[in-house]
């Protein structure tokens, strides 16, 4: 019988926690790691774990609420949880309430902490809490959902201040988590990753002019982004790269 093809560069079952396993990226994730091997074992986590449907292991997390993060790191460590990859695909770019901006005369305090909050501050936290509970003598992967629009050196439209800005803040704690963790988890891959254009409900309000080539179904993105994972190791960390294995200046 054929060995399992590796997932992410793991050759065995894995325990993996997805962050926002309710969005169209994240439910690809969680349910693509589950029929790979019938032993791997996931978390999903959402701000409402009611939206999560009908699975083993589902838990409510807000991410900008720092005691939320703490009490799931708490059920983790009171289980002897030692996760193996932990992928971030929570972020916000509008809501009912709240757009990008396309002129500095937009700009609203309140939005932009917002933003930041789910963005930026709330990626830092988890790396503070969930960090330490990933494996130090084997490989283990920590990577979030980013944006190529994070990208400072390929800002050429502006705009979208908020979002830009939070996102390119997420890459430089993505950074500076990674080299705080490599000088004790030495294979751990820390990183930021651009998922595409995704057909979903942060997308929709802004997809009608992506020619349809590149308007990539959330599985499609996730079968993408498991790939650039799986050739990246702890010489890639601190990195952010995009769905075709490109790096993406900061």
Not at 108 to 137: E, Q, S, Y
Not at 238 to 248: K, L, R, V
Request: proline share 5%; net charge neutral.
């Amino acid at each position: 019988m054929n060995a399992p093809r590796q997932l992410m560069g793991f050759s065995g079952p894995i325990t993996a926690i997805v962050i926002g396993a309710n969005g169209g990226i994240g439910a690809a994730f969680a349910a693509a790691i589950e029929a790979h091997h019938p032993e791997n074992i996931v978390w999903r986590t959402a701000r409402d774990h009611s939206t999560l449907g009908e699975h083993s292991r589902v838990v409510s997390m807000d991410l900008t609420q720092e005691e939320s993060i703490e009490a799931f790191v708490g059920q983790l460590r009171a289980q002897d949880v030692q996760p193996d990859v932990v992928i971030n695909c929570t972020g916000l770019l509008h809501s009912s309430k709240l757009g990008p901006e396309k002129t500095w005369r937009h700009l609203d305090l309140d939005t932009m902490r917002r933003v930041f909050d789910v963005n930026t501050f709330g990626v830092a936290l988890l790396g503070k809490h969930i960090l330490p509970l990933m494996p130090r003598k084997r490989r283990g992967i920590f990577a979030t959902l980013s944006a190529r629009v994070g990208s400072i050196g390929d800002n050429r439209l502006g705009g979208w201040y908020s979002y830009r800005a939070s996102k390119a803040a997420q890459n430089m704690m993505v950074k500076t988590l990674a080299l705080e963790a490599s000088r004790k988890w030495e294979q751990l891959v820390c990183i930021a990753l651009h998922p595409g254009t995704v057909d979903s409900d942060l997308s929709a309000p802004f997809s009608s002019r992506v020619p349809e080539h590149k308007l990539f179904s959330p599985e499609q993105s996730c079968g993408y982004l498991m790939e650039v994972i799986q050739n990246l190791g702890s010489e890639n960390t601190g990195g952010f790269y995009a769905w075709d294995g490109q790096p993406i200046e900061y």
